[in-house]
């Protein structure tokens, strides 16, 4: 059975940092893209970022672009979303999902993890 | 950037057919994914390349796309498919590809 596992959300001050991890087991971690993706409570899905299976191949939407870096440490099966200079408007739930293929242009995200609250507030 | 818009939300009586469209400039020339969530649950993908089911996923989903717009028909609605739906394609115009959602549309089964 597929698993991704997250850790790392909390409460962070506007302008701090926080790291979010994603563990994942039960497929071939390293041959998959994977993908960070956030809801603010009661609102719909926005992208946040994807990663290719060998890390050349990055992306970030507009929004995170500069402040947000992921990566993935394949050896300990882990994607990690490095969240800097964090907005009150980065308030949300924080998903992993993995991508059906090992590149990104295409293909969908499945399955997802838990989700992590991020909740940026003084 | 390419923008998916889809009704706020449908309502359908058990047993009928349920149907929420995903409009996108030109989308039939794209594969268009849906996922399904339900209140305090990660989405969960219940249609890809269109039309094709993940094994577990009911008959009753089904997927089409034309033209602008993308259709998530379900068939024979039950209590358990009430939740919001979401579709989602690649914007690929440029060298750094995005994925894109639709807003969502809640399904309210009467």
């Known amino acids: 059975e597929i698993q991704l596992v997250q850790s790392g959300g909390g409460l962070v001050q506007p302008g701090r940092s926080l790291r979010l991890s994603c563990a994942a087991s039960?497929?071939?971690?390293?041959?998959?893209?994977m993908h960070w993706v956030r809801q603010v409570p009661g609102k719909g899905l926005e992208w946040v970022s994807g990663?290719?299976?060998?890390?050349?191949?990055?992306n970030y939407a507009d929004s995170v672009k500069g402040r947000f870096i992921i990566s993935r440490d394949n050896a300990k099966n882990s994607l990690y979303l490095q969240m800097n200079s964090l907005r009150v408007e980065d308030t949300a739930l924080y998903y992993c999902?993995?991508?059906?293929?090992?590149?990104?242009?295409?293909?969908?995200?499945?399955?997802w993890g838990q989700g992590t609250l991020v909740t940026v507030s003084s | 950037s390419y923008v998916l818009t889809q009704p706020p939300s449908v309502s359908v009586a058990p047993g009928q057919t349920a149907r929420t469209t995903c409009g996108g400039n030109?989308?039939?020339?794209?594969?268009v994914y849906w996922y399904q969530q339900k209140s305090g649950q990660a989405p969960v993908l219940v249609v890809y390349?269109?039309?094709d089911r993940p094994s577990g996923i009911p008959e009753r989903f089904s997927g089409s796309n034309s033209g602008n717009t993308a259709t998530l028909t379900i068939s024979r609605v039950e209590a358990g498919d009430e939740a919001d739906y979401y579709c989602?394609?690649?914007?690929?115009?440029?060298?750094?590809?995005?994925?894109?959602f639709g807003g969502g549309t809640k399904l309210t089964v009467l």
């Open positions: 030109n989308i039939g020339s794209k594969s």
């Open positions: 990663i290719s299976w060998n890390s050349d191949g990055i």
């Open positions: 989602q394609v690649w914007d690929t115009t440029s060298d750094h590809p995005k994925v894109v």
């Open positions: 999902a993995k991508d059906r293929w090992s590149n990104q242009d295409r293909g969908w995200l499945d399955p």
């Open positions: 039960g497929f071939t971690f390293n041959e998959y893209a």
């Open positions: 390349d269109d039309s």
